[in-house]
């Protein structure tokens, strides 16, 4: 699609809602540990980029990206690990669900039913509309190791540019093209043009590897 940049290097905060929630329809695994409560909290700073897109008029799906960017740089900091980018991903979203983003659960073509149910409880939960539970110690510790002992490679420029090309094969190109406006539309004028210069750099940087 012209304009685009190469999904290597798309900031996860401009992933849209097609590409955020079919993650979960794909993955057992990632909506399953997703749901449960981990005791890492979201980062002060992805607590104040959300708000901040928000007030820029940035949909939920954007505001959420800032979660999924945060739980990317986790696994390559070696935080802990992720079987695949879809889980990290879905980490995400349930994190931005439960801190109150108005993402709402994916319908029932995007995901499965097991992912939809958690992602409502997510969501529940981050609108005050059901009690909080704290997860025993033993479940925290559990799903803390199940993390740490999974791949970092997940979180490669490599496996996020082929989860890139799936999830842009899914969506049609009609639906491609709206999300390209929409896109153009929030970044403004200066946004845009910084875009393009980065996405020039790195065709440039392409060609020579």
Known sequence: MPGTRHPAVLPLRELNQNALTAVTANSAVASGLAGRRRCRMPDRKTLRRAPRDKREGKSPSTQAGEFV???????????HGA??????????LSKARRAGIDLKPPSGEQASARARRQAQRDYERGHRMAAARSASRRRRAAVSRALESEPRASASPRALAAHGRVAAARRSATQRSAAAKRAART?????RSTAAR???????????S
């Not at 079987?83 to 879905?90: E, G, K, L, V």
């Open 69 to 79: 960017r945060e739980e990317m740089e986790h696994v390559r900091e070696g935080k």
């Open 187 to 191: 970044k403004g004028h200066a946004g």
């Open 83 to 92: 079987r695949s980018p879809q889980q990290a991903i879905a980490i995400g």
């Open 198 to 208: 980065k996405a020039t750099r790195t065709r440039a940087s392409l060609r020579r």
